[in-house]
């Protein structure tokens, strides 16, 4: 199918052809991204129509066989501005594509990956193992499958197509004679992670430890209408515009709407294979976006006011109650207040005493079957440590 006109095409083509010289070269400083130009005859592009991009830093000794794969988030966008937030996280999909986060054509360079990602034997358990940043500019959570271009806006909506096109490209360059596999993402690119997680596993032969891994994405549809206003109406606004009906179970679809379906409360209920999860009790993106910037602040400036605390242990109650129950599932819920945490502290306490066990200890015992973790903080009031 073609996506582009000819002329337009090669012009592009051209363009792309730069960009991965420049990128293909690495420094000390960088990690090597790779632009995908075949994706763009499998219609799987950026919303500007640009091809799509990872970073891959090759696994080297005991982990060469071994691969992390982790989806970039950075939010949503939309047709409106209507529920855009002060940090772009939810934006005009208009303004995004002139953006790293809508189009490769302005996709700096990953310095230094850091966290589940860092190549440092003291930061990181993983740092010998085939680390991929999957680079985020579909803005719907690598989901959205729509055949044509907005016929207005001219933007492609095509999360799934990267997601696989990516993955595909992984396996030829040595993934398919993986050992061990782990599918992460963070915020948005940790739904798309839940969401993709049972088809990703299911192209590995069953001998393949694959298992995947959820940051910062239990997003909570409260039960006050007025303060589920938020995540109910960007998340109509999601599904409507990137269709991500093919990428959700079929299991969910059949029983209730892709918008339901799009929410992890129900998503998660539908994922067969082994999910890990990795939430705030009180997230931070959703306490100001459920509730109010001055909640988000207070908790942030420790001077939270005892009447927010019921709240405040609702909020928490609710999120818990998304768990999945299943024995192949694992999570920790701390009541740190953040957002994500996989990239920024995982060799940090999980909780807010500072002798419990590390975020990085926790999800490797669970992942070599080491133990059933299933970790929820026993305080029942958010913390804010500088980290």
């Not at 995004?96 to 054509?105: D, E, K, M």
């Not at 989901?143 to 990267?162: C, L, M, N, S």
């Not at 082994?274 to 931070?284: E, G, T």
């Not at 910037?293 to 942030?300: N, R, T």
Request: with cysteine; charged share 20%; proline share 5%.
């Amino acid at each position: 199918m073609a996506i582009l006109t000819r002329s337009n095409q090669w012009i592009c083509l051209l363009v792309f052809s730069l960009v991965i010289l420049v990128h293909s070269i690495r420094t000390d400083a960088s990690v090597p991204t790779f632009i995908l130009k075949s994706a763009v005859d499998e219609g799987a592009v950026c919303l500007d129509g640009s091809p799509p991009a990872y970073n891959w830093d090759a696994g080297k000794g005991e982990g060469a066989r071994n691969w992390l794969l982790h989806l970039q988030g950075g939010g949503w966008c939309l047709n409106s501005t209507l529920y855009q937030t002060f940090d772009y996280s939810v934006q005009n999909c208009a303004t995004r594509v002139f953006a790293y986060l809508g189009s490769s054509l302005h996709m700096p360079a990953a310095e230094n990956l850091t966290g589940i990602l860092s190549s440092d034997p003291k930061n990181n358990a993983f740092y010998n193992w085939n680390r991929v940043f999957i680079r985020y500019c579909d803005g719907g959570s690598f989901a959205g499958d729509v055949e044509q271009p907005d016929p207005v806006t001219k933007h492609y909506y095509r999360g799934a197509r990267i997601f696989n096109a990516v993955v595909k490209d992984l396996l030829a360059k040595g993934m398919k004679d993986a050992k061990n596999v782990l599918l992460s993402g963070g915020s948005a690119g940790g739904l798309g992670s839940i969401i993709h997680c049972d088809r990703f596993r299911a192209l590995f032969s069953k001998n393949v430890r694959v298992k995947c891994h959820a940051d910062g994405s239990l997003f909570l549809r409260v039960k006050n209408p007025e303060q589920a206003k938020f995540f109910v109406n960007v998340f109509h606004s999601v599904v409507d515009l990137h269709k991500p009906d093919k990428a959700l179970p079929a299991e969910c679809t059949s029983k209730m709407s892709p918008f339901e379906c799009f929410f992890p409360k129900s998503l998660v209920q539908y994922v067969k294979s082994p999910m890990y999860f990795l939430n705030s009790a009180f997230d931070s993106f959703q306490i100001r976006n459920t509730f109010s910037e001055d909640l988000h602040d207070a908790i942030k400036n420790h001077t939270l006011s005892p009447s927010d605390v019921p709240m405040l242990k609702d909020f928490r109650q609710q999120l818990l109650s998304v768990l999945p129950p299943s024995s192949d599932k694992g999570f920790v819920i701390t009541s740190l207040f953040g957002h994500t945490f996989s990239l920024t502290g995982l060799k940090k306490p999980m909780f807010v005493d500072k002798k419990s066990e590390t975020f990085e200890s926790a999800l490797m015992d669970w992942f070599f079957d080491q133990r059933s973790v299933k970790k929820i903080d026993p305080t029942e009031v958010p913390v804010y440590v500088q980290r």
